[in-house]
């Protein structure tokens, strides 16, 4: 029975207006935590044992509240019997907030065992190192594309792993190093190249590497990113082998059936044949010298994918190259205006003249081809202190700013461009013939108003750049 109880308590109870003196505890604290309390308070009185809990759980009305309580035996002054006191302290806030901490805890590891499980068995091998280079993590599959055992390497020395383990199985063990020593010293750029093994099996991986950054912003180390592409390259050799194959067997076919066409074409004019049959020859000699294009185009691809583009460099004069396309074209198409702005004076390079025109005539049927409703196509040649700039900029469609990117990849085809017979490499072997010739390209387009691509070629031969 209760015989006194303060403010606080009354609280609990949960309506201050409640007479408590003279009533059964069990009365006022109904339900499953008043059961409770009551059957510590029996178990104190008959054992004479104080009771102490640090987060009792009041759940009523009012929701779940949390508890210090204490209950122990007291005398009360002027009372020959023993009598229960019951202190009770608010502890609500600090025992959500002890939960919340052990919820996030579970759930901070079953997320790290997560991530963990996952980067274990993925096909990549994962090298993670820290700003001074120090290995943080590495996985399983990265110590079977190398053979070590990845739990060992953390805590030394990324460098030293590989003077002692990497650089033996590398193709070119310097240039890989080199490489590896160029990243870390740009730890914020972002890079992808290939990496060739040579033992103890020849493989070659692709490889990514990024920086990697706290929840703060500030840079935790970088990330090496490995995956073993040696079959999907095989396949890709084997392709092009098959495509320069299948080419070269074509070219005699057709070289005899435009030969023979032109001989019946030569035929009907002498023998002044009807229209139709003069048509037909005129269209078979056409079809082969397209056929023909095509296949010089595949051949081409293969030469620069194999590194077997061979040029026949020798003194050209790029405004006469310009002067010379440009005036083939104008034929072509009446709804264009095609013009060029050249200086006077020859403008010499170093080059192979047939591959040089084959750029620029490229460039200049491109943008005949993506102007369908005609307009000016210009083309313009500067000159700088050691490189030449041709410039073809028409005022066609455009070309859209994801697509900018990847116009000089192969097979590539913009989705929202015209219906076209191309097959998507064009621009691919103009820029590897410009790159033999140890220059660049570049583009600039806005969709609507035109594009103009550039390409810059240095007055003297220089080394043909090579794949990092």
Do not use: W
Request: contains cysteine.
């Amino acid at each position: 029975v209760v015989c006194y109880a303060n403010s606080g308590f009354r609280a609990v109870i949960g309506d201050p207006s409640t007479p408590l003196i003279g009533r059964k505890l069990e009365v006022l604290m109904a339900g499953e935590s008043g059961t409770r309390l009551a059957g510590a308070v029996h178990n104190v009185f008959e054992t004479g044992v104080a009771h102490h809990e640090s987060s009792f759980e009041f759940e009523d009305a009012l929701g779940s509240r949390y508890y210090e309580i204490r209950i122990e035996q007291v005398r009360l002054v002027g009372d020959q019997r023993h009598s229960i006191c019951i202190v009770l302290s608010p502890r609500t806030e600090s025992v959500l907030i002890r939960q919340a901490l052990e919820d996030s805890n579970v759930r901070m590891g079953e997320s790290q065992s997560s991530l963990e499980a996952l980067l274990e068995h993925t096909n990549n091998g994962i090298f993670l190192v820290d700003t001074d280079l120090t290995v943080l993590y590495t996985n399983r599959r990265m110590g079977e594309l190398f053979g070590f055992d990845p739990r060992a390497m953390v805590g030394k020395s990324k460098l030293d792993i590989t003077d002692q383990l990497f650089m033996e199985q590398m193709a070119d063990p310097f240039g890989f190093r080199e490489r590896l020593l160029y990243l870390y010293s740009h730890m914020e750029e972002i890079a992808q190249d290939e990496v060739e093994v040579s033992r103890p099996v020849h493989r070659i991986l692709d490889r990514y590497s990024a920086p990697v950054y706290r929840n703060d912003g500030s840079l935790l180390g970088r990330l090496e990113v490995y995956y073993d592409v040696t079959e999907v390259r095989q396949l890709q050799r084997n392709k092009d082998e098959f495509l320069s194959l299948v080419s070269h067997e074509l070219r005699t076919p057709i070289t005899s059936i435009k030969g023979y066409a032109q001989l019946l074409q030569r035929r009907a004019r002498n023998e002044n044949v009807p229209p139709q049959i003069a048509l037909a020859y005129s269209t078979i000699e056409r079809q082969a010298v397209r056929m023909q294009e095509l296949i010089d185009t595949l051949l081409d691809m293969t030469r620069l994918d194999a590194d077997r583009l061979r040029l026949d460099r020798r003194n050209v004069d790029i405004c006469s190259l310009v002067s010379r396309c440009v005036e083939m074209l104008k034929i072509v198409s009446e709804a264009h205006v095609l013009s060029a702005d050249m200086p006077e004076n020859p403008v010499i390079v170093s080059g192979d003249e047939r591959r040089l025109e084959q750029v620029v005539m490229n460039l200049l049927t491109n943008a005949i081809r993506y102007s369908p409703e005609g307009g000016h196509v210009r083309v313009s040649v500067r000159t700088l202190d050691d490189s030449v700039t041709i410039t073809v900029a028409d005022q066609g469609i455009g070309i859209a700013t994801d697509a900018l990117d990847r116009v000089f990849e192969r097979f590539f085809r913009a989705a929202d461009v015209p219906q076209s017979t191309g097959l998507g490499i064009g621009l691919y072997i103009t820029r590897g013939i410009v790159e033999r010739h140890g220059g660049h390209i570049s583009v600039q387009s806005t969709v609507g108003q035109g594009s103009e691509f550039t390409v810059t070629l240095p007055r003297e031969p220089r080394p043909v750049p090579t794949a990092e």
